[in-house]
C-alpha cells in the first residue's frame, strides 16, 4: 500500500533563517505531489504541485519554493523565513490520472519566532 | 478560477442531532467533489467522494453528501452525530478532465462540535 511521510513534525525557527521541509510518498511511482498550507478559517492553499522530477508549479507568490529531485520526493523550501510563513504545512500525493483522490501526509508545524 | 464556499465555520450539536454542512463551489465544467474530515490531532483523510453516477455519495463512517448540479452543491449529511464525529471538515472541487496537477480547491473548512 502507498504511504505518504513528511518531516519533521513542528518545526521552530527564527525569522531569516532558511527552511527545508521534507516529504516522501512510498508503494506508488511517477505520482502528482503537492505541498499545501492549512490556515484556520482558510481552508487548505495549494503551494506547490509536481507532475514529475524537475518540474513545480507554483500557484501563489511567496517567500517559500518547492524542489523535486526525485520521483517519490518533494521538499519545501526558504532561504530566509519571516514570521508570516508560520503554518501549518501538509504535503500531499495522488495517483497520475486525472480527477483521483488526493492523500495527505501528517502535517508540519512551522512556527517562526 | 473555482472556488469552494462552506458556509458554516463552526458547529456545535448535541449527540444524536442530525448533522449537515453546506458546500458550494463556482464551476461550471464537470467537477470531481470530495469531502475531507480532520480529527483532533491527525491528519486529513477523505471522507467521501463523487466522480460520477449517483448523485447521493455514501463515505464512511455513516456519512453522506449529494451533489446537486444545478445548485453547484455538494452538502455532507449524517443522521445522527456521535462525539466522535467532532473534528474539521473541508469540502474540496477539482476539475474532471485536468490533465496537470490534478489540483483541489478547498473550502474554508467547518469546525463541528458534538457535545456528549
Known amino acids: 500500500s502507498q504511504t505518504i511521510h513528511q518531516w519533521p513534525a513542528t518545526l521552530v525557527q527564527p525569522v531569516g533563517s532558511p527552511l527545508s521541509l521534507e516529504c516522501t510518498v512510498e508503494?506508488?511511482?511517477?505520482?502528482?505531489l503537492y505541498w499545501y498550507r492549512q490556515a484556520a478559517g482558510r481552508g487548505l492553499q495549494l503551494l506547490f504541485y509536481?507532475?514529475?522530477?524537475?518540474?513545480i508549479s507554483s500557484e501563489v507568490p511567496q517567500n517559500l519554493s518547492a524542489s523535486r529531485p526525485q520521483d517519490r520526493q518533494f521538499i519545501l523550501s526558504s532561504k530566509k523565513l519571516l514570521l508570516s510563513d508560520s503554518g501549518f504545512y501538509l504535503c500531499?500525493?495522488?495517483?497520475?490520472?486525472?480527477?483521483?483522490?488526493?492523500?495527505f501526509g501528517e502535517g508540519s508545524w512551522l512556527t517562526v519566532v | 478560477a473555482q472556488s469552494v464556499s462552506q458556509h458554516n465555520h463552526h458547529v456545535i450539536l448535541s449527540e444524536a442531532a442530525s448533522l449537515e454542512l453546506g458546500c458550494n463551489y463556482s464551476?461550471?465544467?464537470?467537477?470531481?467533489l470530495f469531502w475531507y474530515v480532520q480529527y483532533p490531532g491527525q491528519h486529513l483523510q477523505l471522507l467521501l467522494k463523487?466522480?460520477?453516477?449517483?448523485?447521493l455519495v455514501k463515505g464512511i463512517k455513516g456519512f453522506e453528501a449529494e451533489f446537486i448540479k444545478s445548485k453547484f452543491s455538494f452538502n455532507l449529511r449524517k443522521p445522527s452525530v456521535q462525539w466522535s464525529d467532532t473534528a474539521e471538515y473541508f469540502c474540496?472541487?477539482?476539475?474532471?478532465?485536468?490533465?496537470?496537477?490534478?489540483?483541489?480547491?478547498f473550502g474554508g473548512g467547518t469546525r463541528v462540535l458534538v457535545k456528549p
Open positions: 500531499a500525493w495522488s495517483p497520475r490520472a486525472s480527477g483521483n483522490t488526493i492523500y
Open positions: 474540496a472541487v477539482n476539475e474532471w478532465g485536468k490533465a496537470a496537477g490534478n489540483k483541489l480547491t
Open positions: 509536481s507532475v514529475g522530477i524537475g518540474q
Open positions: 508503494g506508488t511511482s511517477n505520482p502528482n
Open positions: 464551476y461550471g465544467g464537470t467537477v470531481n
Open positions: 463523487y466522480f460520477s453516477g449517483d448523485p
